[in-house]
């Protein structure tokens, strides 16, 4: 079964200052996507950043970065400079070639000022 | 940018009731979703769907959910008779094609709270 697992229920992060979000993930698929969604307290789904499987390039989107181990299958979320705004649900999600996207449980992400 | 859109942002039911959640996809795009977000529980796929039949569907999607596309926009999600654990948030999703290289564009949700 392919799964994705978000090991950090919570985390804090002073703000300014740079936290990483772990996500690993199980699939026999060669070809894929990774994405990281941000959830804030209105519960829209706004995506953060996108990585597609067969790109060794790490993503990037200004303060957001990733770490894409593909044979660890592993996808952790860098922020850098942390802002308030920051402050939101984060998910890890896998999407392969039969097009449904599957998240893990989410990792809370709290700004502290 | 073109957005998806979803009606009405909070709806609330009597359990037993129908209720009809209404997405209206991007233009151009050609497959459409659902998910499903129980509060504090990560979101679920529920249903897929491209010319005009069902792609795929969880086991959630069980004979009390169906879903229709009426016209050229909408997408809609019905359920027959709630119940109390169809109380969620319901993402309708979009994306010009089903392979892997186009992303799905997510609405905004419909919260939904039976009571």
């Known amino acids: 079964a392919q799964t994705v697992t978000q090991s950090q229920p919570e985390m804090s992060v002073q703000e300014a200052e740079t936290v990483t979000l772990s996500c690993t993930y199980d699939?026999?698929?060669?070809?894929?996507?990774l994405f990281w969604y941000k959830q804030p307290p209105s519960r829209q789904m706004i995506l953060v950043i996108r990585q597609e499987a067969y790109k060794q390039q790490n993503a990037t989107e200004n303060r957001f970065s990733v770490n894409f181990q593909k044979a660890a299958k592993s996808f952790s979320l860098k922020i850098s400079d942390s802002q308030l705004g920051d402050a939101a649900m984060y998910f890890c999600a896998f999407q392969p070639r039969d097009d449904k996207i599957i998240f893990g449980k989410g990792t809370r992400l709290h700004i502290l000022p | 940018e073109p957005e998806v859109t979803q009606t009405p942002s909070h709806q609330v039911t009597q359990m037993g009731q129908e209720v009809i959640l209404r997405c209206v996809p991007i233009?151009?795009?050609?497959?459409f979703y659902w998910y499903r977000q129980i509060l504090g529980q990560k979101v679920e796929f529920l249903v897929s769907f491209y010319n005009n039949e069902i792609s795929e569907k969880s086991e959630i999607f069980d004979d009390q959910f169906s879903v229709e596309r009426p016209d050229g926009s909408n997408f809609t999600l019905k359920i027959r008779s709630t119940k109390l654990e169809d109380s969620a948030m319901y993402f309708c999703?979009?994306?010009?094609?089903?392979?892997?290289?186009?992303?799905?564009?997510f609405g905004d949700g419909t919260r939904l709270s039976i009571l």
């Open positions: 233009s151009n795009h050609l497959y």
């Open positions: 999703a979009s994306t010009l094609q089903g392979a892997v290289n186009q992303p799905q564009h």
């Open positions: 699939t026999s698929e060669s070809d894929y996507y």
